[in-house]
């Protein structure tokens, strides 16, 4: 769309007043890698500023939502720190809970990692029961810190949330919705329609009066975010530079598990 910012790893795409943010790199199974996750800082902001829009869908192309982290770029966060990623990390997260307009993520396939996290953010979460979805950071030697212990004891409660952030792992779609962690699991046939038919709801609904629900609604989850995400950032960052957060990047470039010291 010539009239909404270029991205080189989101597509940008809309059907009436419906804007669909589509994360595209199919072939890393959408990994958020260096140059998507900065982009990831300003395109909320892009998608609330749209003067075409009401509702936003985000997405993923190919066979998978997004499968968090590009382990090829947690390297380069080891050799060169965890700042820059940590302070982006935090914006993408306010900008998600600061949009006014619903934003609904469609899972059409895996949501692990930050990948889970930023559907978990989004207002209503729609998932084809073919998806798994989980945050394995501690899987990669990583404290659960970009957003994760914000949101999952929110939506299941910390003994849940606790189980499944302190062993990575994960779960399929309808387990997920059981649970409340999603609103829906569908056949992976009726998920297009399915959202389709909600987004078109709220579009032709009362916009004043839903984007004001959203917001009131997500003051006090604004508050929790700001009060403890810098302090799991920190926490993260001490994880990055652990013996075992590299032992689990070694492990995975030379294609063997890890083997965790705890250090």
Known sequence: MTDFPAYKT????????ILTLTLNRPDTLNAVDKQMHREL????????DDPHSDVVV???????????????????????????TAREAKRIINALLDCEKPVIAKLNGHATGFGATMALFCDVIFASDEARIGDPHVSVG????????????????YA???????????????????IGLINHALPAADLDSAVDAFAARLASGAGVAIRTTKVSINIGLKQLAT??????????????????????????????KPSFTGR
């Open 10 to 17: 989101i597509k940008a795409s809309r059907e009436g007043r």
């Open 41 to 48: 800082c300003t395109v909320f902001h892009d998608a609330a």
């Open 58 to 84: 985000l997405t993923g192309a190919g066979r998978a939502f997004s499968s968090g982290g590009d382990i090829k770029w947690m390297q380069e966060m080891i050799d060169t720190g965890f700042g820059q």
């Open 142 to 157: 990583l404290t659960a810190g970009d957003g994760g212990a914000v949101i999952w004891p929110q939506l299941i409660g």
């Open 160 to 178: 849940r949330a606790k189980e499944y952030l302190m062993t990575g792992d994960l779960m399929n779609a309808t387990e997920a919705a059981r």
């Open 227 to 256: 009060s403890i995400m810098d302090a799991c950032l920190a926490m993260e960052d001490t994880a990055n530079a652990s013996a075992d957060h590299q032992e689990a990047v070694h492990a995975f470039a030379e294609g063997r």
